[in-house]
């Protein structure tokens, strides 16, 4: 089982900018899709943005489109995603996860697919 950690998190004003961080334990890590999901509190988990095992495709909720972007670097077992132009409504706890394999495909209940889930990391943007 791998463990996932993120960091980046924290309390951003609105229009601000963060760089989320998910670091994989074991050898296996480039052999994955990997996601970044987040919950809002009252709110269902929802998939932000995937990123197949090698980086070359990526894929975002509509809501995030051409502010975020998910990108890997297989060689130090890290999934980063940087976070530009934050709304309020983007606040809550996001999570990597592992995909169920090199591809996933992107559909709005993927999250039950991905195996090895973080522990999570806060972020607030304030209006």
């Known amino acids: 089982q791998v463990q996932l950690v993120e960091s980046g998190g924290g309390l951003v004003q609105d229009g601000g900018s963060l760089r989320l961080s998910c670091a994989a334990s074991?050898?296996?890590?480039?052999?994955?899709?990997m996601g970044w999901f987040r919950q809002a509190p009252g709110k269902e988990r929802e998939v932000v943005a995937a990123?197949?095992?090698?980086?070359?495709?990526?894929a975002y909720a509509d809501s995030v489109k051409g502010r975020f972007t998910i990108s890997r670097d297989n060689a130090k077992n890290t999934v980063y995603l940087q976070m530009n132009g934050l709304k309020p409504e983007d606040t809550a706890v996001y999570y990597c996860?592992?995909?169920?394999?090199?591809?996933?495909?992107?559909?709005?209940?993927?999250?039950?697919?991905?195996?090895?889930w973080g522990q999570g990391t806060q972020v607030t943007v304030s209006s």
């Open positions: 996860a592992r995909g169920p394999g090199p591809f996933a495909v992107w559909r709005p209940t993927m999250g039950a697919e991905f195996d090895s």
């Open positions: 074991g050898r296996t890590f480039g052999n994955y899709a």
């Open positions: 990123i197949n095992w090698s980086g070359a495709s990526t």
